[in-house]
């Protein structure tokens, strides 16, 4: 059976997934985070590098997910304050000049109370209130071929770094200005990469928590699909570890030590013969991702600095070829 560590299968809340922890990061201030949309995979050959390997050294041939990353904009900041209800936002900071596609997403904010805005954050952060900085980014689909959509998606991103004031003076420079991928992730770094499954709707148990059929004698009246029984007579309920139909697919999941393979500008390197399969061709700057990556083709996909690195050490990669033969089989 499935593992009950992923329950409840339930759908995602939205198609942009949400980060509730981030690493720990002592350097200067710098966002956490970045975001992009997946195109599909292909394969590289590179030099392995991992020490002790049996192939170190030697040309071997890797999977990689091709993932678009646009220039991302920054459109407000935000500052959380902690008191004796909890951790919450005190307040938002806008910019003065945002790109319509935002307000496809969200309602228009209030101009004139910027400066008021910038006021209460100021004395938070002076009084020891504040807690944490986020930028409020937004990705640029409309400039990406592949994706037929001009709706901006609109992400909380962690800015983390040096002491809470010189987080916000960070990010106050950073109101409205263009943010690139290669500015806070290297080749050779590793990740963590978040998007929404591919959704499949209501499926029954034997496909949603792969519990075995039943046999002839067993399940007599088209029941071979139905799980043997649904508990105990005590306690008169159907508890919930018992495998039940119900939604498949669409859920957040994380993969953690994702390694970044290549950074590149000219989506020419990776584009192959007739474009990715239901995508198109990359049109603006790129990530390869060793291994493959959650999700369908076009969905957006999250990446933060890895939380679970352990002794990894970065190195970087020796990519000699990739692959541009036509996916169209």
């Known amino acids: 059976m499935g593992s009950l ?11 942009v997934p949400r980060y509730h922890s981030w690493p720990v990061y002592k350097g200067e201030p710098a966002l956490q985070g970045f975001a992009g949309y997946k195109v599909g995979m292909t394969h590289i050959i590179m030099a392995d590098d991992h020490v002790k390997s049996p192939n170190e050294g030697k040309d071997v041939m890797v999977p990689v997910t091709v993932l678009e990353v646009p220039s ?13 209800y909890g951790k919450h936002v005190l307040t938002d900071v806008w910019a003065d000049e945002v790109d319509t596609e935002v307000y496809r997403r969200i309602s228009r904010p209030n101009q004139r109370e910027t400066e008021k805005n910038l ?35 609109l992400m909380e991103t962690k800015i983390d770094g040096g002491s809470i004031d010189e987080r916000f003076s960070y990010a106050l420079s950073l109101l409205g200005q263009e943010i690139s991928v290669s500015s806070y992730f290297r080749c050779g770094q590793y990740t963590d990469i978040t998007a929404i499954t591919k959704g499949k709707g209501t499926q029954g148990p034997v496909k949603r928590w792969g519990v075995h059929l039943r046999k002839r004698k067993h ?11 649904l508990g105990p007579w005590t306690p008169h309920h159907v508890r919930w570890q018992v495998p039940m139909m119900g939604q498949m697919g669409y859920h957040q999941r994380t ?34 991702i060793k291994g493959s990556v959650p999700g369908p083709t076009k969905r957006v996909v999250r990446i933060r600095h890895a939380m679970r690195q352990g002794e990894h050490e970065v190195r970087e990669p020796a990519v000699s070829f990739v692959s541009l033969q036509s996916k169209q089989g």
């Open 72 to 84: 991302m904009k920054v459109a407000a900041v935000r500052v959380y304050i902690q008191d004796s």
């Open 255 to 288: 993969e953690f030590n994702k390694r970044i393979l290549k950074i590149g500008d000219d989506g020419s390197d990776v584009n192959p013969s007739g474009g990715f399969l239901h995508y198109g061709e990359v049109r603006n700057p790129y990530l390869l």
């Open 219 to 229: 399940s007599r009246g088209g029941k071979e699909r139905h799980i043997g029984t």
């Open 119 to 153: 006021q209460k954050a100021r004395e938070a952060i002076e009084n020891g209130n504040a807690v944490d900085v986020f930028a409020l980014t937004y990705t640029r689909p409309s400039v990406i071929s592949g994706v037929p959509k001009k709706v901006a998606d």
């Open 5 to 15: 560590a992923y329950s409840p299968r339930k759908r995602a809340q939205s198609q």
